[in-house]
Every structure is written in C-alpha cells, then in structure tokens.
C-alpha cells in the first residue's frame, strides 16, 4: 500500500491518496482537486472518504466525484449536522462547500476497517489498514483534536483516542494536519491524552 500525502487549502490540510496496485482512494480531499487527481498517476479512484465533514476536509469532494464517478463517504452522524458544523466557516472567511449526498462507510471501506472515533465531531472515522491509521482530526502528533467547535466533546475525544492508542504501537498515524507519528509514540507522550489519562479514564468509568 502506497501513501501519499498532499498537503492542500488555506489552513494545510493532509489529503491523502492511498493506492493498492491500480487502484487509489482520496481520503480527506480538503481542497485543490487537479492536484489530487493528477497524484493519482492515471490508477483508477475507488472511493474518496471524509475522516469528517469540517469544510477543510471536503473543498475538493465534489471536483473528484464528478471527474471520476467515484463514491463518496462520510459518517452520518456528521451529514445530518452539516450545516451546523461549519457555522463558524464563513466568520473566517471560508465558504461551506457543497457536498454530494455521502454513502454509510460502515465498519468496512476498501482495505480500511472504520473505526468511529467521535469528539472533534460525532462523525469523525478513523481508517485502519496494513500498519497505517488515518485519524483526521482526532489525533495528530504531540496533540489532539480540538473541541470547542459546534458538537465537540472533549470526553468523546478522550475515549476515542484511548480507544486509537488499543492499536499496535507500530502503526504509522497519517493525521489530518502535520507530520505522522506513531500509536506507540503518542501513547506514550501527547502532552494533552496518553496512556496514563487513558487508564485514569478506565478507573473513573467504574464509579
Ligand atoms: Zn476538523
Ligand atoms: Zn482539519
């Protein structure tokens, strides 16, 4: 599995094309759409899936689909909330982009086992396959996904990043802004949920 990351858009969001042999999904295409579709080297696209529906993750869903045909995916939790999701977008200065209606990604999506990590928003995914995990926004390197944006919940975001730190430490996190990292290694170190926060959580649960 070959991965190639695409930092694209205002706010340097991490589209990532990920191809087995002749076949490629986009996942997160934020924005520059002919950039997106010439990393794709003339391999066919399968499948273009939203880590979660945040504008910056989306710009470029609808130049794909349309130049391709390809499905595209999201959580639900996030499409019935679309709207309010990204209220405070156009304050910023950003426009919310149109989207084509999103399919269910299920459990199962290509090579991907989906895991619904929610907290950044209640629809965020993260997608599991061979040893890379793509987290969006819920986990990034030395940090972890903001909540204080419409329907964030920072005890969710906890869970679903103890829930992410259950994954061999070996796999490679490709997060939805800056460099990777590794399972292992925020584990151990985020500054803001590790694994000693993660056990504190597992004791607090019982009472
Ligand atoms: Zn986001
Ligand atoms: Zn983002």
Redesign the pocket.
């Known amino acids: 599995m070959e991965v190639v990351r695409v930092v694209v858009g205002p706010l340097a969001t991490n589209s990532y094309v990920v191809c087995q042999g002749d076949e490629c999904v986009v996942v997160d295409p934020g924005d520059e759409g002919e950039r997106l579709l010439r990393a794709l080297g003339g391999r066919s696209l399968v499948a273009v899936v939203a880590t ?1 529906l ?1 504008f ?2 989306v710009g470029a869903v609808a130049h794909l689909v349309e130049a391709t045909g390809a499905p595209f995916y999201a959580h639900p939790a996030d499409w019935r909330i679309y709207k309010a999701l990204n209220e405070v977008a156009p304050s910023w200065g950003f426009e919310v982009p149109e989207l084509p209606t999103p399919r269910d990604p299920g459990e199962r999506l290509w090579l991907f086992d989906v895991l619904h990590t929610p907290g ?2 209640p629809g ?1 995914i993260s997608l599991v396959a061979g040893d890379a995990v793509f987290t ?2 819920t986990l990034f390197r030395g940090s972890v ?2 909540t204080d ?1 419409p329907h964030g919940d920072w005890r969710e975001l906890t869970r679903s990043v103890c829930r992410l730190y259950q994954l061999p430490g070996h796999l490679v996190v490709y997060p ?1 802004h800056g460099p990777p990292t590794t399972i292992g290694s925020e584990a151990a170190g985020n500054p803001f949920i590790n694994a000693d926060v993660c056990g504190n959580e597992r004791q607090s649960n019982r009472y």
């Open positions: 979660h945040h910056d993750h950044h928003t965020s969006g926004d996904g903001r944006l939805g």
